[in-house]
């Protein structure tokens, strides 16, 4: 079993053990009923809090957590921790806070052309919801109830997942079923080469990008030939907004732009290249459960 397997296996069932931990703790205090929905988006005036996007029939507000539905601030599903938002401001969040997340300086509103003073006056109002609502107090006197916050949990869950992984594949590898064998046999011969690599990569991006979870801040980055360097290992961006050499023929449609993904994966390092794929991945993936 690869380290990079554990690490994704873990980190990944730990999460959803503590979002369930906190969604009963939140439906024990209340829960968010859909009058509640309805009635918070109209305090919003039906718009985005952080931006003032209006929702449209192509434009759906979603719910959004102020304070994160994480291991390590743990905000709840439950009136007055739950506003408005548009997809985008909701991916671009990624379980900042409002005073990290709602700086004109961030790319994701300075391409909208929002400033500060319409971003203090919007972050104003959401902090008034929060405390009216009551949701301030709530959640000072839960973490100081609890006086463990779940990361606490997070990080005995993600060892005890670990654990019993890495036994239950101890059984499997040893297992003398005719069928386990031949399939761990064809597993281990058929790690992806240069080719393999590639197509893995382009169909794994596929997926992330029909999730919504590459915001522009993420596009960015992975026109960065020294981000791409640090992050996956290879020599060139990631992505090019160009059909150029080194990059598959295949187009890629984000956020209404064409975007071209490079073929250049050394063979010779398949294995560390994965690894660091999956790692990137698996960030990107769990990001849904830090917004």
């Given amino acids: 079993m690869s380290k990079g397997y554990k690490a994704t296996a873990s980190g990944s069932g730990a999460n959803i053990m503590v979002r369930h ?5 939140g439906d024990y205090l209340g829960g ?25 029939l192509t434009n759906k507000l ?5 304070i ?17 938002s548009t997809s985008g401001a909701n991916t671009a969040k990624h379980g900042q806070t409002l005073d990290e997340f709602m700086v004109c300086t961030n790319k994701f509103f300075s391409d909208k052309g929002i400033g500060q003073h319409d971003l203090d006056k919007r972050k104003e ?7 009216d609502s009551g949701y301030t107090k709530i959640h000072s006197s839960l973490l100081s109830v609890i006086q463990t916050k779940p990361n606490d949990y ?17 059984i499997i590898n040893n297992s003398n079923n005719d069928i386990l064998v031949e399939a761990i046999s064809k597993a281990k011969n058929n790690k992806p080469n240069q080719t393999g690599i590639a197509a893995y990569v382009r169909g794994e991006l596929k997926e992330l990008v ?3 979870l590459i915001d522009e801040s993420m596009l960015s980055n992975l026109l960065l030939k020294d981000y791409s360097n640090t992050t996956f290992g290879i020599s060139f961006p990631f992505l090019s907004k160009e059909k150029i050499k ?10 209404n732009e064409i975007y071209y993904v490079t073929s250049e994966w050394n063979k010779a390092k398949t294995e560390a290249l994965l690894e660091k794929f999956e790692k990137w991945k698996n960030k990107i993936m769990n990001c849904p459960v830090n917004r």
Avoid: M
């Avoid at 931990?21 to 703790?25: E, K, T």
């Avoid at 968010?32 to 449209?56: L, M, P, V």
């Avoid at 080194?246 to 956020?255: A, L």
């Fill in 21 to 25: 931990i906190l969604s009963n703790i």
């Fill in 32 to 56: 968010f009923s859909k009058d509640q929905w309805i009635y918070t988006k109209k305090h919003f005036d039906n718009r985005c809090a952080y931006t003032g996007e209006e929702e449209t």
């Fill in 62 to 66: 979603v719910r959004e957590h102020i």
């Fill in 68 to 84: 994160s539905h994480n291991q390590n601030v743990s905000g709840l599903h439950i009136y007055g921790n739950v506003i408005p």
């Fill in 125 to 131: 109002k959401i902090i008034k919801f929060q405390e």
């Fill in 154 to 170: 997070y990080k005995d869950l993600q060892a005890l997942v670990e654990q019993q992984t890495k036994e239950i594949l101890d």
């Fill in 210 to 212: 029909a999730k919504n």
């Fill in 246 to 255: 080194r990059y598959n023929k295949n187009q890629f449609d984000i956020n």
